[in-house]
């Protein structure tokens, strides 16, 4: 007895060390606490290429490509849930949206294709009317598409902010591809006026011959697209500029975790 009473202290000192040892490995191994989660939450199973190449499609198809995600400054966590969102659908859907993804090319050929005929010519009969048709069923053949990806795109708006919601309306229906310009809403006038002050750019920037030439060039363009953004439509120019290099990096490291190729 005397000799537990001596070694007692020791005995609760080492107990407890081994419950708090304990409690830290868990913490650390369970899911959500930031600390290791190899045990909990095993990688992505790797994709084929060809599963990789449909899943960046369709990102493309709603507006959500590599570039209109970092537009929207997610961090890690969301960019990897967005990715994620969008992968597990089209696991879901992946044989429907490969028939309408289909649909959509083959009557876009039919059009590319009468379009080449009655440009080199002669003329037929009746090919106007073809055109119009191939056109029509186009224009529908893209509205089925579209309808099909509402689901999609109703789960990855349920991940973003009131104001990121915002931003990917505006990407939906850019300006342009390049960013951040695609970013911003712009009105038809706007639209008009950007397109030719961005044209006078590029022939100035072509011409330029010099240092001194190419920074005027685009000393213009920033001075003509400022008199035509609104003072908003400027912020968000400028703070696409902060926080690119951040959203880069957490949209980078989204794709090559969720898409990884095996």
């Not at 290791?36 to 599963?51: E, G, M």
């Not at 499609?57 to 929207?72: H, K, N, Q, W």
């Not at 309306?169 to 809403?185: C, E, H, I, K, Y």
């Amino acid at each position: 007895m005397r000799t537990l009473r001596k070694h007692w202290g020791k005995m609760v000192g080492a107990f407890l060390l081994l419950v708090l040892g304990g409690t830290v490995l868990w913490v650390e191994t369970r899911p959500g606490t930031g600390g290791s989660v190899a045990f909990a939450d095993p990688p992505y199973t790797p994709l084929t290429r060809v599963d990789r190449d449909a899943i960046v499609r369709l990102m493309e198809d709603i507006s959500l490509d590599r570039d209109a995600l970092i537009a929207l400054n997610p961090n890690s966590t969301q960019a990897e849930s967005i990715v994620s969102t969008i992968r597990t659908w089209r696991t879901n859907n992946a044989a429907s949206i490969a028939s309408y993804q289909s649909t959509v090319v083959q009557k876009a050929a039919a059009v590319d294709d009468l379009k080449r005929q009655i440009a080199v010519g002669p003329a037929q009969a009746g090919q106007d009317a073809a055109l119009a048709q191939a056109v029509s069923d186009l224009v529908s053949a893209k509205a089925s598409y579209r309808i099909a990806l509402a689901s999609l795109e109703s789960s990855v708006n349920d991940l973003l902010s009131v104001s990121q919601r915002t931003g990917w309306t505006a990407l939906r229906s850019g300006f342009s591809q390049s960013m951040p310009l695609r970013l911003v809403s712009l009105s038809d006038a706007q639209r008009m006026d950007l397109g030719r002050a961005y044209r006078r750019y590029q022939l100035r920037h072509a011409a330029a011959s010099t240092d001194e030439d190419r920074s005027a060039a685009i000393t213009a363009w920033d001075t003509e697209r400022n008199q035509i953004l609104t003072a908003d439509q400027q912020t968000i120019w400028s703070t696409y500029n902060t926080y690119y290099a951040s959203a880069s990096s957490a949209v980078a490291g989204a794709i090559s975790t969720v898409l990884r190729v095996g």
